[in-house]
């Protein structure tokens, strides 16, 4: 397999010396020799896995409960009407 080492320098915009080109054009090769090797394995009989391991949820579970949150914060504001905090204007308009 081809590729150009300065292209793909450029595209990722890295500058690299002589020496790092040689180095990252040998492990592109070998990265994608893996690849080939893995296009040749037979995976017809092989269920599709979103993950290697069995995940599952540790937390809690989500549950609705009634809250009070705004009533709390409202009485906490310094100056509200209803269920709005009133604050002091900042912009005029002319």
Do not use: C, W
């Amino acid at each position: 397999m081809s590729f150009d080492i300065e292209k793909i320098a450029e595209l990722a915009r890295i500058r690299l010396r002589p020496e790092e080109k040689e180095k990252l054009k040998k492990d592109l090769e070998s990265i994608l020799g893996y690849v080939e090797q893995l296009k040749g394995l037979k995976t017809d009989n092989i269920e599709p896995t979103s993950h290697v391991m069995e995940i599952e949820n540790v937390f809690r579970p989500d549950k609705v409960e009634p809250s009070n949150a705004i009533d709390e914060l409202i009485k906490k504001a310094p100056d509200h009407a209803g269920k709005f905090f009133k604050v002091p204007k900042v912009v005029d308009k002319e």
